[in-house]
C-alpha cells in the first residue's frame, strides 16, 4: 500500500496572514534560527518526509503590517542540518535572479553537510520588487523567464555531474587525491549562462537535490515534467486538484518519465479544533484580525499591480472585475485560480480576500482531526494528491495539534509512515538517485 508525503511549509508565523497577530503564536523573532530549527524539531518528531522555507527577492510594501521578512533559506537551513538528523530540506533558490555555479555549489554543499537531504524548490521569480534589487527595471516576462530556467537546469544538471562518483580516491599512500579523468568540463556557451566548469567540489549523496517546482501553468507544468520530482501545487477544491493530478502524470508520462517519480503536493492549510465549533471559532478569530486592504493589496501585487481599489468590499465580484490571468506576467497560475473561483462561487471581494488570507489561494478547512484526516484520505485516495503540502495557519500551535491529533489517525489507518526507512530525502519520497551523466 502506497503511503502520503507531507511536507512542512514554514512561512512567517503561520500561513493565516493574521498569524502574527494570534496569541498562539510564537513570540520569537522571525530573524531567530530557533524558530525555524525548532519547527523543523517538531516536523521530524512527526515523521514528516521534509520542510520547506520559500523566499522573497525584494521587501513587499505591506511590510508596516506584515512580516513577510526572515532568513535567507540556503543560510538557514544550514543551520537546521545540524539540529535534525532525518528531516528533508527544501529551499526555494530563483533561476531568474542567480547564477547557476553558484547555486549549484550552495546546494551541493548543504546535500553534503545533511548527508543528502536537500531539495531545490525551483523558481522563476516574477515579483516586481526582485527586477529593481538585481539591476532589471521592471519585471522579467512570463516566457522569457522559463526560456532562462531551461537553460540554467541544463547547467546545473551538468555541473552536478561533472564528477564521477568514484572521482575521489583520497588515496594517501599513493599521493592521489582525485582521478582528474572522472572530473570534467561542461563547457557550456548558452544566451544567459556560459559555464565552463566543473563544480569545484564532489558529486554529492544524492548525486543532487530533488527537484521541487511549484508553477502551474500551462508553461510551468511543461516545465515540471521536464524536470520536477515533486510539485507544490494550489487548488482550492479537490475537482480542480483531480484534473491538475491527472494533466500533469499524463505529461510527465508523454516526457517519457516515470509518474510515480513525481509527486504532487498541494497546499494544504487546516485550522484544527476538538469540535467542529472550536475550528470555526479559530477561523472566526482569525479572520477578525485581518486587515482587508492588506488583502486588497496583496490580490494586486498578484495581478501585477492591477488597481482593485474602486471594488466595493461587499458587492458580488465577476470575471470582468479582473484583468485576463493569461497575459499576467506575474504568478499566472494563481491569478488563474483565483478568476476560476469567482466565476464559479461569485464571493464578495470581502468574502474572496478572507479565502486567499488563510493560504494564499491554497486549500482551506475547519473541522475536528477526524475530519481533517478523513479529507486527506479522500484526496490521496481518489487521484487528487500523493501528499500535502502542509501550511499550518499558526505556528507552532496548528502544527503541534496537527501532529499530536491527526498524524496517529493517518498512521492507524495505514496511510502514513510509522517510522522513517531511510536517511535521504529521496529515500522518504521514495526516488530513485539519478546516475550521473558523465563522459
Known sequence: MSRMHINLFIQSRGHHEAAWRHPKSSRLPLTDIRYTAELAQKAEAGLFDSIFLADVLGLWNDVESTPFNWLEPITALAAVAMATSRIGLIATCSTTYTEPYNLARQFASLDHISKGRVGWNIVTTWSPQAGANFGNIGQVGHA???????????????????????????????????????????????????????????????????????????TGKSFAARHAEAVFTAHLEKATAKAFYADLKGLIEAEGRNPRQVLILPGFSPIIGSTEVEAERYAEELNELSDPEVGRHRLSQRFGGYDFSKLALDQPLSVADFPDPSKNEASRSRTEAVVALVARERPTLRQLLAKLAGARGHFTVAGSPEKIADLMQDWFEDGAADGFNLMPPVLPHQLDLFISEVVPLLQKRGLFREVYQGETLRSHFALSRPEVRFG
Open 144 to 218: 522569457d523567464r522559463y526560456e532562462r530556467a531551461e537553460e540554467f537546469m541544463t547547467v546545473v544538471k551538468g555541473l552536478w555531474d561533472s564528477w564521477a562518483d568514484d572521482a575521489v580516491l583520497d588515496d594517501r599512500a599513493g599521493g592521489r587525491y582525485a582521478d582528474r579523468t572522472k572530473v570534467r568540463t561542461i563547457d557550456h556557451k548558452g544566451p544567459h549562462n556560459p559555464v565552463l566548469g566543473p563544480l569545484n567540489m564532489p558529486r554529492s549523496p544524492q548525486g543532487r537535490p530533488v527537484f521541487v517546482q511549484a508553477g502551474s501553468s500551462d
